[in-house]
């Protein structure tokens, strides 16, 4: 059992409760035990693509984290919280709602090479503490700029509604999380917007490079236009090579380890791979990297490179000078 199982992830669970859950299916299938990682983390209220490493497949997790990655997400204007979606409390609001024109006009501002604060409930470390431990005990987080890149940002077609539209629920009343008409997990999709017509929300897709928060795009968004909001909806529909396509929900995890057939849904170590060549070895090739020696003079183009013997992974790779060395080596026979 070395290699990827893409989890659909709910509403609710953080992604190390996934982990677990996978952990769970391998000893309900008699698997025995295995080193079990996530390529990348998802927020309890984000839903969506969660790739899950397996044996060796968890030596390749942090590439993943790098990963470019594609998401769809709600926002809501009229309100902005503390953590920029609808965990948080309410702490500014206004009146001023756009029109579907105003939202394509900014859209562009938003694409390519952008500059972002991110979310003072973050993972990101500050002084040693997390940010979100700060912020949780009501100490200001000031968080650095970072770069970040947006390949591409677009509205999704149905999605915007209008003042009339949206009724009460889905906003943070008085600090509190309330009722969603809506479920979080599916985007708002209505009749289409009219032209010159005010929006409470609009569900937009974007691709992303790694380390982008899509609770501070959001924010910044709504600022552009001159109003505040926070994500009601964020679901991730790819990560690096992996889509909603060869996911699974955590119920079909579950009957798929009992029914002691977890490798019906197992993709193979190199999948996660897939976007770079792979690289075809003698045993005697094999032998050299497997020690950790260099190849020289190996027919590989300079860059990354999927080193197997006979279709076993033996190394990720990297040829340079004409010289290939080992990046991340497989104990596969």
């Given amino acids: 059992m070395h290699g990827w199982i893409i989890i659909d992830k709910p509403l609710g669970p953080g992604s190390t409760q996934v982990v677990s859950a996978v952990k769970r299916a391998l000893r309900e299938?008699?698997?025995?035990?295995?080193?079990?990682?996530?390529?990348?983390?998802?927020?309890?209220?984000?839903?969506?693509?969660?790739?899950?490493?397996?044996?060796?497949?968890?030596?390749?997790?942090?590439?993943?984290?790098?990963?470019?990655?594609?998401?769809?997400?709600t926002i809501r204007f009229g309100a902005q919280?503390?953590?920029?979606?609808?965990?948080?409390?309410?702490?500014?609001?206004?009146?001023?709602?756009?029109?579907?024109?105003?939202?394509?006009?900014?859209?562009?501002?938003?694409?390519?090479?952008?500059?972002?604060?991110?979310?003072?409930?973050?993972?990101l470390k500050v002084d040693g503490e997390r940010a979100y431990d700060l912020a949780r005990k009501g100490e200001e987080v000031v968080l650095a700029t970072r770069k970040v890149t947006v390949f591409s940002l677009q509205i999704l077609p149905g999605t915007g509604r209008g003042t009339s539209e949206a009724g009460g629920g889905g906003a943070p009343r008085n600090g509190t999380v309330v009722d969603v008409a809506t479920p979080l997990h599916h985007a708002s999709r209505g009749p289409p917007s009219r032209a010159g017509e005010e929006l409470d929300e609009i569900?937009?897709?974007?691709?992303?490079?790694?380390?982008?928060?899509?609770?501070?795009?959001?924010?910044?968004?709504?600022?552009?236009?001159?109003t505040v909001g926070h994500v009601t909806m964020l679901r991730r529909t790819k990560a690096g090579p992996f889509t909603l396509e060869s996911a699974i929900s955590l119920d079909k995890l579950a009957e798929l380890g009992k029914g002691h057939a977890l490798e019906e849904t197992l993709l193979p170590l190199g999948a996660?791979?897939?976007?770079?060549?792979?690289?075809?070895?003698?045993?005697?090739?094999?032998?050299?990297?497997?020690k950790g020696l260099r190849l020289i003079g190996f027919a590989a183009d300079d860059g990354l490179g999927f080193a197997t013997l006979d279709d076993v992974p033996v190394a990720l790779v990297e040829t340079e000078g004409g010289e290939t060395r080992v990046v991340r080596g497989f104990n596969l026979e």
Avoid: C, N, W
């Fill in 29 to 73: 299938g008699g698997y025995g035990k295995h080193k079990v990682g996530h390529g990348g983390t998802l927020d309890p209220l984000a839903t969506g693509v969660l790739p899950v490493a397996i044996g060796e497949a968890t030596k390749l997790a942090g590439r993943m984290l790098d990963a470019s990655k594609r998401y769809d997400f």
């Fill in 81 to 123: 919280t503390d953590t920029l979606d609808l965990e948080g409390k309410v702490i500014a609001d206004s009146p001023v709602r756009p029109t579907l024109g105003g939202i394509e006009s900014v859209l562009a501002r938003f694409t390519g090479p952008i500059e972002q604060v991110p979310p003072a409930y973050s993972a």
């Fill in 203 to 226: 569900t937009l897709s974007a691709f992303v490079s790694k380390g982008t928060y899509i609770r501070s795009l959001a924010r910044d968004i709504a600022l552009a236009l001159g």
């Fill in 272 to 290: 996660g791979l897939d976007d770079i060549p792979a690289l075809s070895l003698d045993p005697d090739q094999a032998g050299r990297l497997r």
